[in-house]
């Protein structure tokens, strides 16, 4: 929208701002100026602001050069104007009018056919004055062709009650005018000012409401991912850690000895055909298969043969079983009843 010497002004039609074409500034008549399209049958607003000069203002509102009833504004803000009264609490709102057939109502020229102005005066308030109902503008043409626009002024409508006093006023300076030329749309696309797909426009700002206005809470964001959170079932709680033990764990030095030396770290026991008497003690907490003779003596000894493969129990002659390798077909060289009977009495199987 154009601004300059900070005021802004622009145009409202359809509840969208009108959009503007070809703006060009005069700074040194502090003018500024530029072209608009104009639906014929549309009506439309005149709106203009005050950025924070501090210094009351009036505003006037032209017409194809007749003069319209403005507002003040107190040092900033934002006001507008969307018709002229037509009584106590109603108006005729503005509205561009296509001429039906060529006229010609004067012969004079009129130099600001076709154009909006909105005229910025800064003012001194002295008084308060009757307000006195305007009379509505009859603007006069020259000649005008069938097709072209102008402005007109719609039927009676309801709107706020007038104030019945407004202010005395004191000029201070003629600040700055904004003027609008509208034409039509398809004669604005001919002369090259407006392009066949012009930009859409953007929502119309509105004057702020004299009521406290609540603040909005600001809206929480939902994730997606949270919104489509699915139910997860817990897997099962991991079995510990496997240890793989080795032979030379919880044995003492002489449960070391069954084994060839340098091979207990391996876990290989020795050869069927190799056994070797040890000695063990309490700290051998862990078994391996074999045979472990008790000592009977009290002497906290006991003898351990050691085979390489699983022991299984075989029948000997009379009844009694005896711990055998499945690689071995026969027992060992026959000894004496009793001996065997004393030495099974003593022999325990020992697992992994």
């Not at 409202?12 to 959009?19: F, I, M, T």
């Not at 003069?67 to 018709?83: H, K």
């Not at 012009?198 to 997606?224: F, H």
């Not at 351990?304 to 711990?323: A, C, L, N």
């Amino acid at each position: 929208m154009p601004t300059h010497l900070g005021f802004s002004a622009w145009i409202v039609s359809g509840g969208q701002v009108v959009p503007e074409y070809l703006v060009a500034v005069d700074p040194k008549n502090n003018k500024v100026q530029c072209w608009i399209p104009g639906d014929a049958g549309q009506t439309f607003m005149v709106c203009w602001r005050d950025q924070g000069g501090g210094i009351d203002s009036c505003a006037y509102i032209l017409l194809d050069g007749l003069v319209a009833p403005g507002r003040f504004l107190f040092g900033s803000g934002m006001a507008s104007r969307e018709g002229v009264r037509s009584g106590p609490n109603t108006e005729r709102p503005f509205m561009f009018s296509e001429v039906q057939e060529t006229t010609k109502t004067s012969d004079a020229v009129n130099k600001e056919e076709g154009m909006i102005t909105v005229k910025i005066k800064l003012v001194e308030r002295l008084s308060h004055r009757e307000n006195q109902l305007p009379k509505i503008p009859q603007p006069k043409y020259g000649r005008q062709a069938a097709g072209q626009l102008r402005i007109g002024f719609g039927e009676d409508k309801p709107t706020w009650q007038q104030s019945p006093t407004t202010w005395h006023t004191k000029p201070v300076a003629s600040h700055v005018q904004f003027i609008f030329r509208y034409r039509s749309g398809e004669f604005l696309q001919a002369q090259g000012i407006m392009p066949e797909s012009s930009e859409a426009t953007i929502p119309a700002p509105r004057p702020q409401s004299p009521l406290p206005q609540e603040k909005a809470k600001p809206k929480r964001r939902v994730s997606a991912a949270k919104a489509q959170r699915l139910l997860v079932t817990p897997s099962p709680t991991p079995s510990p850690k496997r240890q793989d033990l080795k032979l030379d764990q919880h044995m003492s030095h002489g449960m070391k000895k069954a084994f060839y030396p340098g091979m207990a770290h391996i876990g290989r026991l020795r050869p069927k055909d190799a056994p070797r008497t040890v000695s063990s003690r309490a700290s051998d907490q862990q078994t391996y298969a074999g045979l472990i003779s008790f000592d009977g003596a009290g002497t906290g000894h006991s003898t351990i043969f050691v085979t390489e493969d699983p022991i299984e129990p075989v029948q000997e002659p009379g009844g009694q079983e005896s711990m055998l390798s499945p690689g071995r077909s026969s027992p060992e060289p026959e000894e004496s009843q009793e001996s065997a009977s004393q030495r099974s009495d003593h022999y325990a199987r020992v697992k992994y």
